[in-house]
């Protein structure tokens, strides 16, 4: 209990990112899983049907600096729109975008929101190939 307040004090405190604590939760933790799983159901997909709802009820969205949702990451939750990609590393670089729980992203080729964009993106493996938009983004708005 005292770890899973610690983590949230950090994550409230910190700048987005991923946090999957899924794969190390303690005994407590794993008994909640057997708890909520059906008489059949395994651990594992306990564990399943616990990141799905998860997902579902915290939008977010990845970034990716290769096509295939591949290469380094970044991920953003609600509520952070980022108007200039540079202090992430992340200016002119994305080359695909994955949301989850209902979220979505317009992508900017100026920073402070400004300039051409895109329509809302939920999933685009090749942002090239699809919109003509890679490596252009410099600025992003996050919506649900």
Do not use: K, Q
Not at 5 to 34: E, N, R, S
């Amino acid at each position: 209990m005292l770890a899973l307040l610690t983590l949230l004090a950090l994550v409230a405190c910190a700048p987005p990112a991923v946090v999957d604590t899924a794969d190390t939760a303690d005994t407590a933790d794993t008994a909640a899983l057997w708890e909520d799983a059906a008489p059949n159901e395994s651990l594992s997909a306990a564990r399943g049907a616990r990141r799905a709802m998860s997902a579902a009820a915290d939008p977010r969205c990845t970034f990716y600096l290769d096509t295939g949702f591949t290469g380094a990451s970044y991920t953003t939750w609600s509520g952070y729109d980022l108007n200039d990609l540079s202090s992430l590393g992340l200016n002119d670089n994305i080359r695909s975008v994955r949301c989850t729980g209902g979220g979505a992203v317009r992508l900017y080729d100026g920073r402070h929101f400004t300039g051409a964009t895109t329509d809302w993106i939920v999933r685009d493996r090749d942002l090239a190939s699809s919109r003509g938009f890679a490596d252009r983004a410099s600025s992003v708005v996050f919506g649900w």
